[in-house]
């Protein structure tokens, strides 16, 4: 079902997450590969303090798509396999839980190379 009010949120939430990385680029001297990493550990964070739930149910895919939910996704991996396989599931957890997205990263970047030609910087 459409829901325009939800697109919204999903925009508004989405561009806000976006907006603080692009700020973060612009005003400081923080690579964007720390930024990248900190934004990860921020939905790791959130999810192991339990508010990534609330915000996703009112953001949607606003939240969960930018790398925070894939922190949070890896967070609540190692959770819930921590929880019934113990030690050993808190390793591993997060990988099960992420394989899908993993792979089809993997899976694009390949073929992206395939199309693409990539030149060095000048």
């Known amino acids: 079902m459409f829901d325009p ?5 999903v925009f508004a939430i989405g561009g806000l997450v976006c907006m603080i990385g692009q700020l973060l680029i612009i005003t400081t001297k923080i690579t964007s590969a720390r ?26 895919a606003g939240i969960s798509v930018p790398i925070i939910g ?18 050993l599931g808190v390793f591993t957890g997060g990988l099960t ?6 792979a089809a990263a993997i899976l694009a970047g390949y073929v992206f190379g395939l199309i693409f030609n990539s030149k060095t910087k000048k």
């Open 35 to 60: 930024i990248l990493v900190s934004f990860l550990l921020l939905g790791v964070f959130m999810e192991a303090i339990g508010i990534f739930e609330p915000i996703k149910q009112f953001a949607g």
């Open 97 to 102: 839980a992420t394989a899908g997205g993993i």
């Open 70 to 87: 894939f922190g949070a996704s890896l967070a609540r991996g190692a959770i819930d396999a921590g929880n019934t396989l113990g030690v």
């Open 5 to 9: 009010i939800m697109y919204l949120k």
